[in-house]
């Protein structure tokens, strides 16, 4: 598509931002509702962030999603932060508004829980406890959105206490404090176990889980998306689990963003979900 002078402008900020799936994702998006419009990788370095940020509006730009290591400071430096991404403390996805100013949301959140409701939409947050494993980023708006979503109960599981407990005092609802070696028990009358870590990524140490205390009936949720059939799913599909791989998370907390700066809420389909895992394989 030739763009137009009045072609809209959105992107990614992040360092180094070259491993981005996002451009591929947008890109996609933008050919198929045939939108004049571009969406381009922004590779910033910490240091230049702040004043990079302030540029959007000179430079035309419709907002930007940033990745890391910049979403707490993006939290700090937009002029308004929505609700959410002050409760996780970081945002990924920013507006720019017709006045300029700069609007911070996270959409992390909202990306877990359409993902999982699309994979497993037999699966209610009534139907039991929920275990987490993991404190960081991704953990955090994943269990905001869970107790949000009434959750009765939410294990947290981590390696190291004090970040848990700060999770839980930032966060909020119905959280459980579960040590790192009581992981396995954690397990018992789940109805949905997630790993939010980076083990079992692809370059990453495994992911050490005995799943023989999880019921049948629970889902499995694992947000690392390389390799996408991870250790831990495929030991969940073998004794019958529903499973959820985190392809679908990036895919729709990638919608806001899109649907705030080109007009268009756009859909998460299988070609689209084809066209993303075929940019994987060729890296």
């Given at each position: 598509?030739?763009?137009?002078?009045?072609?809209?402008?959105?992107?990614?900020?992040?360092?180094?931002?070259?491993?981005?799936?996002?451009?591929?994702?947008?890109?996609?998006?933008?050919?198929?509702?045939?939108?004049?419009?571009?969406?381009?990788?922004?590779?910033?370095?910490?240091?230049?962030?702040?004043?990079?940020?302030?540029?959007?509006?000179?430079?035309?730009?419709?907002?930007?999603?940033?990745?890391?290591?910049?979403?707490?400071?993006?939290?700090?430096?937009?002029?308004?932060?929505?609700?959410?991404?002050?409760?996780?403390?970081?945002?990924?996805?920013?507006?720019?508004?017709?006045?300029?100013?700069?609007?911070?949301?996270?959409?992390?959140?909202?990306?877990?829980m359409e993902n999982l409701k699309t994979n497993a939409p037999d699966w209610e947050a009534r139907h039991g406890p929920a275990v987490v494993l993991g404190a960081g980023g991704a953990a955090r708006s994943i269990v905001a959105a869970l107790a949000d979503a009434g959750v009765p109960e939410l294990r947290l599981?981590?390696?190291?206490?004090?970040?848990?407990?700060?999770?839980?005092?930032?966060?909020?609802?119905?959280?459980?404090?579960?040590?790192?070696?009581?992981?396995?028990?954690?397990?018992?009358?789940?109805?949905?176990?997630?790993?939010?870590?980076?083990?079992?990524?692809?370059?990453?140490?495994?992911?050490?889980?005995?799943?023989?205390?999880?019921?049948?009936?629970?889902?499995?949720?694992?947000?690392?998306?390389?390799?996408?059939?991870?250790?831990?799913?495929?030991?969940?599909?073998?004794?019958?689990?529903?499973?959820?791989?985190?392809?679908?998370?990036?895919?729709?907390?990638?919608?806001?963003?899109?649907?705030?700066?080109?007009?268009?809420?756009?859909?998460?389909?299988?070609?689209?979900?084809?066209?993303?895992?075929?940019?994987?394989?060729?890296?």
């Amino acid at each position: 598509m030739v763009l137009s002078g009045a072609a809209k402008l959105a992107g990614v900020m992040g360092w180094p931002v070259d491993h981005s799936l996002s451009p591929r994702l947008h890109g996609y998006w933008l050919r198929e509702y045939g939108i004049d419009g571009a969406y381009v990788p922004l590779a910033v370095r910490p240091g230049d962030f702040a004043e990079a940020l302030a540029a959007l509006p000179r430079l035309g730009f419709a907002g930007v999603n940033i990745t890391l290591p910049h979403k707490r400071s993006a939290l700090a430096a937009v002029d308004e932060a929505h609700p959410g991404a002050r409760r996780v403390g970081a945002v990924n996805t920013i507006v720019v508004g017709a006045e300029g100013g700069l609007t911070g949301s996270n959409t992390d959140g909202y990306g877990f829980m359409e993902n999982l409701k699309t994979n497993a939409p037999d699966w209610e947050a009534r139907h039991g406890p929920a275990v987490v494993l993991g404190a960081g980023g991704a953990a955090r708006s994943i269990v905001a959105a869970l107790a949000d979503a009434g959750v009765p109960e939410l294990r947290l599981v981590n390696r190291t206490l004090d970040r848990a407990e700060a999770l839980a005092a930032d966060i909020g609802g119905p959280l459980t404090l579960v040590p790192w070696s009581r992981r396995h028990d954690a397990l018992e009358g789940a109805a949905l176990l997630v790993n939010a870590t980076s083990q079992g990524m692809s370059g990453n140490p495994p992911l050490e889980l005995a799943l023989d205390g999880l019921p049948a009936a629970a889902v499995v949720n694992d947000i690392v998306y390389t390799p996408l059939r991870t250790a831990l799913l495929a030991a969940a599909e073998d004794r019958g689990n529903r499973t959820v791989d985190g392809l679908g998370m990036l895919l729709h907390q990638a919608r806001p963003g899109f649907a705030a700066w080109f007009g268009v809420e756009p859909e998460v389909t299988e070609d689209l979900r084809s066209f993303v895992l075929q940019g994987m394989t060729e890296r």
